[in-house]
C-alpha cells in the first residue's frame, strides 16, 4: 500500500513500526490460511516470536511497500514464514529491499481458544530444507525459554533526571484495546503490539538524542502471552546501550485485563530495539553516549554492549561468506 | 488485507466505500507506475471517472480481501485500469469475486499539478482489444461531459418531513481535509471520497427503510475537479427512486477551500448510489415505497425509474448472451 | 457520521473523547470559514476554550451523531460558537440531545502563526444577545487567566500503591503528533488533545472502579499553548474527588517540542473530567471511596467537593427555573 504522512516522522521515514505491522498481517493471513487448509476445527494463527529484523533501507511517504509472505517451515504445532518487504519507488521505479522477516505462528482454536492444533506439514523442495528448518525451530524454542525468564523486570520512574542518563529517555504509553486491534479471537494482533512498542522505542531514542530517529533493527520478539481486547496495555521503553552510532532500548509490554476479569497484570512482552540518529541528508550522526548510574543499568549496559558486537560479528562473517560464493 | 470491524455495518458487512477505497490505491499505483515508465516528467495518476460497478456478494469482518489490478487501455492523456477484488474466507478457504471495476486515470505533473502529462501507449495482445478500449473511451467522454451539466443541484434542509418522503432521510457530512487524505501533490484521493459518499448513501438508505442495508452498485462517477488539502467538504446525499427491492440515492460533493484560497464552494463530483435492504439471514427484503412530492422530485424519480430499467435490460441481454455462448 | 466499534468501548457506549473531537471540529470549520469571510488576510481559528460540557445520554455503536454549529458572539479578537450534538438511532428514528458544548476561538494568521487578526462583527437579532455574549465574554476571559496560575502541579509516580489509592489509578500516555493531528498552521487541534484526555481520564477512571464507565461532564478547558507537529505529549490523568456515584480526575497535558527547537517541556492544558459508573444495563452504580493520603490529596478533594457541591446546585437551581417557567 502507498505510505501516508501518518505512517512517517516528520523527516518522512516510515516508522518501523508500520513495517513491522504490515509484516505481520501478511504472515497472519498465510499462517492462518495454511492452518486451515485441512479439513478439521477452524483455527486462527496467532504470532508466537518474531525473529531479529533488520530495517535495510529507509522508507519514504509516497512510496508503495510490497509486501510477500512464504510459509518456509512447520513443526507439529508452529508455522515458520518468511516475510520479504520491498519498497518501491512508482515516480522513479527504484525498487529496494526494507525487511526480511521470520515470523513463527501457532495454531489456536476458534472454539477453544487455549487449545492449539495441529499444523498440515507442507513439502519441502529438498530434505536440507527441512532439516535447516528444524534447527531454526530448536533454536527459538530455546531462546524462548530463556527470555521468559528474563521477563520479571519493572521501570521505575525516576525524578528530575538529568540529561542522557537512562531516566531522562525512558517512557511508557497506555492504550485501550479496542475491537480493531484485535483478531478474530478477540485476542490483539501481534502487529498492533509491535507498532506500539516502536512508537515508545522511537521516543525513548528521540528524547535522547534529540534528533530525527530510524529503527534500524529489532530483536527476537517473544509473545509469551495473549492480550484480550478491553485490556489496558502499558507499554514502556528504557535505553539501555549506546555505540557510536546506534541506541538499543528495552521495551515491556505489561497487560491489565482489569474490566471483564480479576487477574493481575502481566507481562505479555518484551524486546530490544536500535535505532539511529540520521542527519536531514539521511546520514547517520554521532549518538550521545548513555550515563549509566545504578549497577543494574551498568550491567544492562555491557549486555547491551554484548548483544552489539555480537550482532556486528555475525554481519562480518556473512558479508566474508557472500564475498567467497 | 483483513477486514475488522470498523470497516463493517453493525451486522459485520463491510461497507462498499472501504471496498471503493481500497480499488482506487490499486488503481492509482499501477498508473502512476505505468505513467512513469518512461523517462520524462514525474507525474501522479488522478482519478477521473469511475464506471458503474457492482457489488456481487458481501464481504464479512475477518476476511482477506484481494485486489488485482491491470491496465486494458491507454489513450493519450488516460490510463483505463480494471480492478478486481476478490474475498477469502482464509479458514474455509472459500473465495468469491467482490468486484470487478474499471476506472480512468489521468496523468498530473508533479511539478505542475494543472498540466496533463502524455501516457506512454500499451501493448496490445490483439488488435480488436485497442478497438473495444477505444470505444469504452469515447463513451466515457461523452458521458463525463453530460454530467458535468447536470451538476448544479443543490440540497435544502426540510423541516419535519414525513416519512419516507425525500426530506426524510436526506443527510450531509462535512469533513476537512487532512494530509492523510490526499496524494503526493496534495489533492484528496478519489477512494477517500467515494468512501465518504458511500457513508453518506447508507445514512440516507437506512434512515429510509429502517434496516441493515449495504451496497449493492454504484453509477459512474465522474471527478470534475480537484479537492485541495484543507479543503471543507459537504458531501449531501438524497434518495431519488425505490424499486421493490432497492433504493437509488443521489450523493453530491461539494468543496469549500476557504483558507488558502479566496475562491467559491464548487461541485466537485456526483454518483448514485444503489443500496438493498438485508434481512439478518442476509436476504434482501422489500423497501418502503419513496414518497415524491415536488415536481423535481417526481422528476428524479421518474429518471431513476429508467435508470434501473436500463441497468435491469442489460443484465438481462448479458445473461442471455452468457447462455448462449 | 456514524459511529464506529473503534469510537466506543467494549460496552458500546461511544467515547466522550470523540464526540468532543468531532465538536471541535464543527467549531474550528465554522469559526475558520468566519473570520476568512471578508477580504484580508488568511486565517485558522484554534481553539481557545471549551466550556463545561454535559454529557446528557450515551451514544452508542450504529447510531449516527448529528452535529450542529453556530456563531453567538464576536468580540474583536475572538468567535464564541455554540455545537449541539444529537445522537439519531437510524434504525429506530430515536433522537436524543446528547451533548450542548460553547467553545471559544481565535484567529491565527496563516502566514505569522504569532499574529491574531480582528474577527468580522457578526449581527445580532436582538441587542440582549450582544450584552449577554458580552457578559459571557468577559467572565471565560476571567477564568481563562486563573487557571493560568493553577497549572504548575506535576504528577509524581507512585511505587506499589494500594487499591483506591491516587496512585493506584494515576495514568499518563505519550503521544507523538503526526500530521493527521494538525491544522493547516502545523498545531494539533483542539479537539485531538480533548480525546487524549478523555483517553486517560478514562483508564484512570477504570482503574479505580474496574467497571465500564462513561464521560458524564468535562470542565471548562483553557488552551493556554500551541502544540507544534513533532512534539511528544505527555498526558497525565489523576484521581480527585468521589461523590457516591462519581469521580473527578484532573488531566493534564505537557508538551515536549524536542526536535525542531530546543526548548523546555511545558504545560500546554489542563482540566477536569467526570465519570460514573454503568451496570450492563446502563444504570448507574456506586463508586469506591477515593483513599486520599497526603496533605495536597486531601485539599485537592476537598476542592472537588466544592466543584461537584456547586454543580449540584446550579442544576438544582436551573431545575426549579424551569419548572417555575
Chains 1, 2, 3 share one sequence.
Not at 244 to 264: C, Q
Request: hydrophobic share 35%.
Amino acid at each position: 500500500r502507498i505510505m501516508r504522512p501518518d505512517d512517517a516522522n516528520i523527516a518522512g521515514n516510515v516508522h518501523g513500526g508500520t513495517i513491522l505491522k504490515m509484516i505481520e498481517e501478511a504472515g497472519a493471513i498465510i499462517s492462518t490460511r495454511h492452518c486451515n487448509s485441512q479439513a478439521g476445527e477452524p483455527c486462527v494463527a496467532a504470532l508466537a516470536r518474531v525473529e531479529r529484523t533488520d530495517f535495510l533501507s529507509p522508507v519514504c511517504i509516497g512510496e508503495v511497500a510490497n509486501v510477500s509472505a512464504e510459509i518456509t517451515y512447520t513443526s507439529r504445532h508452529s508455522v515458520e514464514v518468511q516475510v520479504n518487504v520491498m519498497s518501491e519507488n512508482i515516480l522513479t521505479g527504484a525498487k529496494k529491499v526494507t525487511n526480511k522477516a521470520t515470523l513463527w505462528y501457532v495454531p489456536l482454536s476458534l472454539k477453544n481458544v487455549n487449545k492449539v492444533l495441529e499444523v498440515p506439514p507442507i513439502q519441502y523442495a529438498r530434505k536440507e530444507q527441512e532439516d535447516e528448518g528444524k534447527k531454526r525451530y530448536e533454536e527459538q524454542k530455546l531462546d524462548r525459554l530463556e527470555t521468559k525468564q528474563r521477563n520479571g523486570d519493572v521501570i521505575f520512574p525516576i525524578i528530575n533526571p538529568e540529561p542522557h542518563t537512562v531516566g531522562y529517555s525512558q517512557s511508557s504509553l497506555i492504550h485501550l484495546v479496542g475491537p480493531s486491534d484485535c483478531t478474530l479471537l478477540g485476542f490483539v494482533h501481534g502487529g498492533v503490539t509491535m507498532k506500539l512498542m516502536d512508537e515508545v522505542a522511537g521516543i525513548v531514542a528521540a528524547r535522547h538524542c534529540k534528533t530525527n530517529i530510524v529503527t534500524a533493527s529489532v530483536d527476537a520478539i517473544n509473545f509469551h502471552e495473549k492480550i484480550k481486547k478491553g485490556s489496558v496495555i502499558t507499554i514502556s521503553g528504557r535505553m539501555t546501550f549506546t555505540s557510536n552510532k546506534s541506541m538499543e532500548i528495552e521495551v515491556f509490554v505489561d497487560a491489565d485485563p482489569f474490566v471483564d476479569e480479576p487477574r493481575e497484570r502481566y507481562r505479555a512482552v518484551s524486546a530490544f530495539f536500535t535505532y539511529v540518529s540520521l542527519s536531514k541528508e539521511g546520514k547517520p550522526l554521532p549518538v550521545p553516549q548513555l550515563l549509566t548510574e545504578t549497577e543494574d543499568e551498568k550491567r544492562r549496559f555491557e549486555e547491551g554492549k554484548g548483544r552489539y558486537l555480537q550482532t556486528k560479528a555475525k554481519r562480518h562473517a556473512q558479508m566474508q561468506q557472500a564475498a567467497r560464493q
